[in-house]
């Protein structure tokens, strides 16, 4: 009753459970036991936390995250990947705290707090409206901001802004790629990556890129 169960991947539950068999025995089985005494879970990934991309609509496999079928504390490391510094903080935060706080979805605060948008470097160009059309153009070469054209920053929590990736050298947006959102819930099915959201806040917590731009008009 004392281990911590680390999880990763979705678990399909479909045609009970047959879609995946480990030594012939459905892997939601596994799961369920390996659970049964746990202490609490860390789902590390999206698919953990929220059944991942085989989840998509229309779901064949029946994939579901793993508070679905166990009924544990659980501590939710979202996207596609996570960051391997996120997952070892949380790690080192139960070794020698315990449960680190969480927020609604049951995500560290400490690394799910802030949304992209507000660390990114790209933010003082969403601030005065320079935006890339296209992926090419010369607005995408002066490093403006990626919003019309998919990002998700603006509705994503993570730490992809201040932590990024391999050391600190970079993260999808600084590479020239708009944020696909994938440590938030059923990312998969929130519209095309390529179209920007319509309803984000902007300048001002009431605010939306919309609005602003009426305002502006």
Request: hydrophobic letters at 35%; glycine letters at 12%.
């Amino acid at each position: 009753g004392e281990y911590i169960l680390v999880y990763e991947g979705g678990v399909p539950t479909g045609n009970d459970g047959r879609y995946c068999l480990v030594a012939g025995r459905p892997y939601m089985e596994d799961v369920i036991e390996l659970a049964r005494h746990a202490k609490a879970i860390i789902a590390v990934g999206t698919c953990a936390c929220w059944g991942g991309i085989q989840a998509a609509k229309p779901n064949p496999t029946q994939s579901v995250a793993v508070d679905a079928l166990v009924d544990k504390p659980i501590i939710k490391i979202p996207g596609c990947p996570p960051i391997p510094e996120v997952i070892t903080g949380v790690l080192l935060h139960v070794a020698l705290f315990g449960l680190p706080p969480l927020d609604d979805q049951g995500r560290p605060k400490q690394f799910y707090g802030n949304r992209i948008h507000d660390t990114c470097y790209r933010r003082p160009f969403f601030n005065a409206g320079q935006f890339v059309e296209k992926p090419d153009d010369d607005a995408a070469k002066k490093g403006w901001c990626l919003y019309k054209i998919g990002c998700r920053g603006p509705t994503t929590y993570a730490s992809c802004g201040n932590l990024r990736w391999y050391g600190g050298i970079s993260y999808p947006i600084q590479s020239g790629a708009p944020c696909l959102g994938c440590a938030e819930k059923n990312f998969w099915d929130n519209g095309p990556f390529t179209e920007r959201l319509s309803n984000v806040p902007g300048m001002g917590i009431e605010a939306t890129a919309d609005k602003i731009g009426k305002i502006v008009l």
